[in-house]
T-cell receptor, first 116, second 114 residues
Framework: ETGVTQSPTHLIKTRGQQVTLRCSSQSGHNTVSWYQQALGQGPQFIFQYYREEENGRGNFPPRFSGLQFPNYSSELNVNALELDDSALYLC???????????????FGPGTRLTVL | AQSVTQLDSQVPVFEEAPVELRCNYSSSVSVYLFWYVQYPNQGLQLLLKYLSGSTLVKGINGFEAEFNKSQTSFHLRKPSVHISDTAEYFCAVIRQGAGNQFYFGTGTSLTVIP
């Protein structure tokens, strides 16, 4: 039990729609990262937020966006869904300071998104 | 650019036998190294990490890993596996001084056979 929760557990959308995924981090964890894990693959880094500001981004298009709130919750928004967006989306929180992520990341169980 | 290669996608092993899960990385700069475990329908859990110091790192659940800079490897070992070790294992790196992006391997599925 990591103390990181994600909602919903599963979600089905159709191509072109928009989706919002939510993550609730442990209290005091001011850094949250989001990952996309396609079936049979390792997680791919989408972006990281530190104190409500984006603090690094992987190779994902701008239709992937995020927000982090003062209450240690965060959101991943994906616009104009494509079939290839079907994946497990993981959030991970840590106490790492900006630019340093060697502190332990605590992962949530993920949201399984299916795009039809 | 960084890449992480996990050479074995599936590793079956009998209960109480030793196991080694292999991980190699490529990077033009020094890296920090991590092993994570993912049980079915759960998120990833940190097993161990190498930041600096002794190249032999001990983690949770009896796992250990050895950093070999010359061979750019960070193989995970356990001398005697249990049924409960059946899971997916991921190796990951972060570039030193470039903080926050993890690069994960494609994972190794460990199956412990009774």
């Amino acid at each position: 039990e990591t103390g990181v929760t994600q909602s919903p557990t599963h979600l089905i959308k159709t191509r072109g729609q928009q989706v919002t995924l939510r993550c609730s981090s442990q209290s005091g964890h001011n850094t949250v990262s989001w990952y996309q894990q396609a079936l049979g693959q390792g997680p791919q880094f989408i972006f990281q937020y530190y104190r409500e500001e984006e603090n690094g981004r992987g190779n994902f298009p701008p239709r992937f966006s995020g927000l982090q709130f003062p209450n240690y919750s965060s959101e991943l928004n994906v616009n104009a869904l494509e079939l290839d967006d079907s994946a497990l989306y993981l959030c991970a929180s840590s106490t790492g300071t900006s630019g340093v992520t060697t502190d332990t990341q605590y992962f949530g169980p993920g949201t399984r998104l299916t795009v039809l | 650019a960084q890449s992480v290669t996990q050479l074995d996608s599936q590793v079956p092993v009998f209960e109480e036998a030793p196991v080694e899960l292999r991980c190699n990385y490529s990077s033009s700069v020094s890296v920090y190294l991590f092993w994570y475990v993912q049980y079915p329908n759960q998120g990833l859990q940190l097993l161990l990490k190498y930041l600096s110091g002794s190249t032999l790192v001990k983690g949770i659940n009896g796992f250990e890993a050895e950093f070999n800079k010359s061979q750019t490897s960070f193989h995970l070992r356990k001398p005697s596996v249990h049924i409960s070790d059946t899971a997916e294992y991921f190796c990951a790196v972060i570039r030193q001084g470039a903080g926050n992006q993890f690069y994960f391997g494609t994972g190794t599925s460990l199956t412990v056979i009774p």
